[in-house]
């Protein structure tokens, strides 16, 4: 989808954002409330992590706390930069279960919020760089209050399971990358085989032609690498280590094929005239959502330091 429309790919695929955590942890009256609706296209979901004060260091203690009263929760806090939070139907929310846990990840855990529950407040976050069809916004929690029911898993696992489902959408990142990074990749063949310049198509240029071929070596790298990390899902032994690479090389490549496509188009690729300017400001996103390159490069640093 992103190698045809970086944008439009991207919206339909954050589009059940989270959903797996309801796969993976949930009930069988969530999956049932929940999951069809957003496979039918007839709900929207979002996955609200990030705080104003905390991105990457969702390990520390959160600010959205979740206060048991009765049966039920009820959440205050705010978390920012969530897709789909102006569209969703529903946020799955990480809040902190247990102020005293140490480390404080341990004590967090996972909620279904209805959008519309009384005491949540949404505002739009306008003019981002890039995969302008996807809204991004800030949601405020204010005394919500939620059933016991409502929550993903196992309580103060929160982040475990979070972390698990990382393991898996890191993958789908990094094919959002590879998508997109083909996608530039075949308009700028297209357009290197039609423009002219001195008399020649640019095609015939062996420093436009050189582009080419590192383009899609670039790609069919990081390509191989997402199939790995996808295939060890599959197999049931999801890796973080091949997620971590798939989507650190996958994002690095998108970004660098992206800006040699709009090199390649000249001018018209700066001005927009081509899809290509597009597909440089979408890429960008697939750095630093669900993890920047900085945290995936840590996870492999670990990975390889340990053995
Ligand atoms: C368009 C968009 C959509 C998003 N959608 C969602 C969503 O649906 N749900 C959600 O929860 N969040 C979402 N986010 C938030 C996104 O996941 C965070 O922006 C990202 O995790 C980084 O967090 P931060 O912005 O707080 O940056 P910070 O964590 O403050 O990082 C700033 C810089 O420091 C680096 N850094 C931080 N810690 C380390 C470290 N330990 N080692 C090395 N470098 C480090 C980072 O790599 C980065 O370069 C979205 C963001 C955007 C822009």
């Known amino acids: 989808m992103c190698r045809a429309d970086s944008t439009l ?58 206060v048991g009263r009765g049966r039920g929760w009820v959440i205050n806090g705010t978390k920012t930069m969530i897709t789909n939070a102006t569209t969703a139907d ?52 204010d ?28 993958v789908e990142v990094a094919a959002q990358a590879v998508g997109m990074a083909q996608g530039a990749l075949d308009r700028s063949l297209v357009y290197a085989r039609e423009r002219e310049a ?17 383009m899609a070596m670039k790609i ?6 997402v199939h790995k990390a996808a295939w060890r899902i599959d197999q049931g032994e999801a890796d973080p280590l091949a997620s971590s690479m798939a989507k650190a090389l996958a994002g690095r490549v998108a970004v660098e094929v992206a800006d040699e496509a709009v090199q390649i188009h000249g001018g018209y690729g700066y001005l927009g005239e081509y ?3 597009r597909i440089c400001r979408d890429a960008k996103i697939t750095e630093i959502y669900e993890g920047t390159r900085e945290v995936q490069k840590n996870t492999v640093a670990r990975f390889l330091l340990r053995s």
């Open 90 to 141: 529903f946020f799955i929310t990480l809040c902190q279960t247990d102020a005293e846990a140490q480390p404080p990840y341990r004590g967090q855990s996972l909620f279904i919020v209805a959008s519309h529950a009384p005491g949540i407040g949404v505002t739009k976050i306008a003019n981002k760089m890039g995969i302008r069809a996807s809204p991004v916004g800030e949601i405020n929690f």
């Open 143 to 170: 005394d919500v209050h939620v059933r016991g029911e409502n929550m993903i898993g196992v309580r103060n696992r929160g982040f475990y399971h979070t972390m698990d489902w990382f393991n898996e959408s890191r």
């Open 9 to 66: 790919g991207t919206a339909v695929i954050l589009a059940d954002l989270g959903c797996e955590l309801i796969l993976k942890f949930g009930t069988e009256e969530q999956k049932g409330e929940y999951l069809g609706k957003v496979a039918k296209g007839d709900a929207i979901s979002a996955a609200a992590f990030t705080e104003p004060a905390r991105g990457s260091a969702i390990s520390e203690r959160l600010d959205t706390v979740a």
């Open 198 to 214: 001195f008399g020649r198509k640019i095609s015939e240029f062996q420093a436009v032609s050189h582009k080419l071929a590192e």
């Open 220 to 225: 069919e790298a990081a390509r191989l690498l």
């Open 275 to 277: 899809d290509v300017e």
